[in-house]
């Protein structure tokens, strides 16, 4: 499966931006999906996961109850809505897919090439 992201850009503190990813080769609902970020001189570190119904979803502490990944499998997307943006969410952002692999682990089959998000203080 082949992952583009997009939707990143340059926000102001405390502003919004929701961050698309689109699948193309193979069926959405074969994948656990999810994004990871990573900050310039940081290591990548996991945002959310949520699973191939949307059934289950996941977020990594720094992010939990700001941002809101949801997925549309009849459109074979999935979003990262990301509310009350922080400078320390600067990084770039990339989707991901297993068919098997759910959660923080960075083991995913599938990465998309990633989007740059900026937020300006």
């Known amino acids: 499966v082949q992952l583009q992201a997009t939707g990143g850009g340059v926000v102001q503190a405390g502003g919004s931006l929701r961050l698309s990813c689109a699948a193309s080769?193979?069926?959405?609902?074969?994948?656990?999906m999810g994004w990871f970020r990573q900050a310039p001189g940081m290591e990548r570190e996991f945002v959310s996961a949520?699973?191939?119904?949307?059934?289950?979803?996941y977020y990594g502490d720094s992010v939990k109850g700001r941002f809101t990944i949801s997925r549309d499998n009849a459109k074979n997307t999935v979003y990262l809505q990301m509310n009350s943006l922080k400078p320390e969410d600067t990084a770039v952002y990339y989707c991901?897919?297993?068919?098997?692999?759910?959660?923080?682990?960075?083991?995913?089959?599938?990465w998309g090439q990633g989007t740059q998000v900026t937020v300006s203080s």
């Open positions: 949520i699973s191939k119904t949307g059934g289950s979803t």
């Open positions: 080769g193979r069926t959405l609902t074969r994948y656990h």
């Open positions: 991901v897919a297993d068919a098997l692999r759910l959660g923080p682990d960075q083991l995913y089959d599938y």
